[in-house]
């Protein structure tokens, strides 16, 4: 199921690491700093706001799918997660128009904060749908509608700013388009819920092991977040749309990766305990983490050795030289992030103890705000980007001990040796090259890294690369015998 789904969620991921990069080609250009920074403190509210309110429906979709024996017990499934997502609206959008009234916030932020908000029940429907696909292990439906809602929300937000909207402008995208996938597909998920049983017991199970998860995600979100917060305190908006357009170009392209390994692997481990046990989670858990080294320590080490051209290429000049110096220490957050998010915290959501997961993100939380607090007035968004990778590091640390307390998933010490080996052999070749600039060095350094480093894993059989060859060989040949 693993490799079957990270072939599958292959295509839209490319499409969600192109559009990633378009926009920020795009956006730092057309937008002002000002306006991008409007953006930047509007989605993480946007984000926040999703995390706290809905986000535990759709873990708990994701979770509970597999566990599911009977029709009656999955119509069940569906009617409550179902029921209760229109509770917490009937909620939520009250408190939300309030919250915009009463937040004295300048006129253009508040429009986007607005926008921002509006598009959190829609994209949580829009989640709903896709766990669900995902749980189930329709690979290809759950990628086609991912690769249609990314080009549309990036084509939508596009036009936004040609009609003028501002930082509102991407938040509208990203509220629209989704909106319209809901609209087409939710009837068709919630007639799966028709005739099944809303069970408060099973909202309460799902609650116990959602708002834990949610709880975490909201404390990753403070983690990925208080570092832009604290810039707009002590420095100005122009300084957090900077340091969000360096920060996205490193995280983004790393986040792509790993949502697109996590979107694999997390059903697959789910599938693997449900139906087979502990031995079969340790098997499918350590041929995952090294799949994840393989593929996401070279990424980040040829992001930090390209952060040059590449931020001449993509980032518009008003921002690109911030972006570069801070690229190389996102990159390492978001290396230790991803690992920590999609492998690290598996141990707590396929053993319920969602708790224990609460607590591990809690400590990177508090570090990060108190280590922005004590670098970013002295360093600026240096010191906002030295806080951040401090502050993952320590996370995966916290994440790794309190998971061995869960179930204990395995560290493949060999893969990690291997492939860290084959990034240094890639980083000497790719440092010798000359500094031509722009697209020139970035094509250049990033043919040669990948060269480079495809050879020097091959030759130390880094992560079993060549039995991974093999099986996907065998799945294009199977594919294309079809």
Same mark, same amino acid.
């Given at each position: ?46 984000s926040i706001a999703h995390v706290g309110v809905f986000t535990w429906l759709e873990a708990a979709m994701a979770r509970f799918w597999a566990a599911q024996t009977t029709e009656a017990e999955m119509r069940s499934h569906f009617a409550t997660l179902y029921r209760y997502f229109a509770v917490l609206l ?34 949580s429907a829009y989640n709903l749908i896709q766990e669900r696909r995902r749980a189930s292990g329709s690979v290809a439906a759950a990628a086609s509608l991912d690769m249609a809602v990314t080009i549309g929300a990036f084509l939508v937000g596009l036009a936004a700013v040609a009609m003028g909207a501002g ?32 069970? !408060?017991?099973? /909202? ?7 708002? %834990?998860? =949610? @709880?975490? +995600?909201? $404390?990753?979100?403070v983690l990925s977040s208080t570092d832009r917060l604290v810039l707009a305190a002590f420095l100005d908006e122009a300084a957090v749309g900077a340091y969000h357009a360096g920060y996205s170009l490193a995280n983004r392209t790393l986040d792509v990766i790993f949502i697109w390994l996590g979107a694999a ?20 858990? !350590?041929?995952? /983490? ?7 320590? %070279?990424? =980040? @080490?040829? +992001?930090? $050795? ?80 030295? @806080? ?95």
């Amino acid at each position: 199921m693993f490799w079957r789904g990270l072939i599958g969620y292959l295509p839209a991921n490319i499409v969600q690491g192109v559009v990633g990069v378009l926009t920020l080609l795009f956006f730092t250009r057309l937008l002002s700093a000002e306006q991008f920074g409007q953006y930047a403190l509007a989605f993480s509210i946007m984000s926040i706001a999703h995390v706290g309110v809905f986000t535990w429906l759709e873990a708990a979709m994701a979770r509970f799918w597999a566990a599911q024996t009977t029709e009656a017990e999955m119509r069940s499934h569906f009617a409550t997660l179902y029921r209760y997502f229109a509770v917490l609206l009937a909620v939520y959008v009250p408190v939300a128009a309030l919250l915009v009234w009463v937040w004295p916030l300048q006129p253009d932020l508040k429009a986007a904060v607005a926008i921002g908000l509006t598009g959190v029940p829609v994209r949580s429907a829009y989640n709903l749908i896709q766990e669900r696909r995902r749980a189930s292990g329709s690979v290809a439906a759950a990628a086609s509608l991912d690769m249609a809602v990314t080009i549309g929300a990036f084509l939508v937000g596009l036009a936004a700013v040609a009609m003028g909207a501002g930082g509102s402008a991407p938040l509208i995208g990203l509220a629209l388009v989704p909106f319209m996938a809901a609209l087409i597909f939710t009837p068709g998920e919630h007639r799966r819920g028709q005739r099944g049983v809303v069970r !408060r017991s099973r /909202a309460c199970d799902y609650a116990r092991y959602g708002y %834990p998860v =949610a @709880a975490s +995600l909201i $404390l990753a979100l403070v983690l990925s977040s208080t570092d832009r917060l604290v810039l707009a305190a002590f420095l100005d908006e122009a300084a957090v749309g900077a340091y969000h357009a360096g920060y996205s170009l490193a995280n983004r392209t790393l986040d792509v990766i790993f949502i697109w390994l996590g979107a694999a692997s997390g059903p697959a481990l789910v599938m693997a305990l449900e139906r087979g046990g502990a031995s079969a989670l340790r098997t499918a858990a !350590r041929e995952q /983490a090294s799949t994840f080294l393989l593929i996401a320590l %070279p990424a =980040a @080490a040829g +992001l930090a $050795l390209v952060a040059q051209p590449l931020a001449q290429l993509v980032i518009g000049e008003q921002l690109r030289d911030t972006a570069a110096a801070v690229t190389p220490l996102i990159a390492l957050s978001a290396l230790m992030a991803g690992l920590t998010t999609y492998y690290f915290h598996q141990a707590f959501t396929l053993s319920r103890r969602t708790g224990l997961l609460l607590q591990a993100m809690a400590i990177p939380a508090a570090v990060n705000l108190l280590l922005n607090l004590v670098l970013v007035p002295r360093m600026g968004v240096m010191g906002a980007a030295l @806080a951040t990778a401090i502050s993952y590091g320590v996370g995966a640390v916290a994440s790794w001990g309190l998971g061995r307390g869960a179930i204990s998933l395995p560290v493949p010490w060999d893969a990690l040796v291997r492939c860290g080996l084959a990034s240094i052999i890639m980083a000497v070749a790719v440092a010798q090259m000359p500094a031509l600039g722009g697209i020139q060095e970035l094509l250049t350094k990033a043919g040669v890294g990948i060269v480079v480093y495809a050879v020097a894993a091959w030759l130390l059989n880094a992560a079993d690369v060549r039995g991974h060859g093999s099986r996907v060989l065998k799945i294009f040949q199977a594919r294309w015998a079809a």
